[in-house]
């Protein structure tokens, strides 16, 4: 795997880690098996929020911090 962030291996460890965490959860393992079932793109992202799913530009979903709609 690659180490594009310039992490040591000690920090790139805990990272996978934590990520590996997260994307396990079961909220997750829902929205990426509904995504499956939507279909997904190579185009365009699938924005879940609040409820709903909606097909966007993948620029518009990567931006959510942004907009606020991420909590810090």
Do not use: F
């Not at 594009?4 to 079961?26: C, F, I, N």
Request: glycine residues 6%; aromatic residues 2%.
């Amino acid at each position: 795997m690659n180490n594009s962030q310039g992490l040591s291996p000690t920090a790139l460890r805990a990272k996978r880690a934590r990520d590996k965490a997260a994307a396990m959860t079961k909220k997750r393992k829902d929205r990426k098996a509904e995504n499956q079932r939507i279909g997904q793109k190579s185009d365009s992202d699938l924005h879940h929020a609040s409820g709903t799913v909606k097909r966007t530009s993948i620029a518009y979903n990567r931006a959510t911090h942004t907009r606020g709609e991420v909590k810090s």
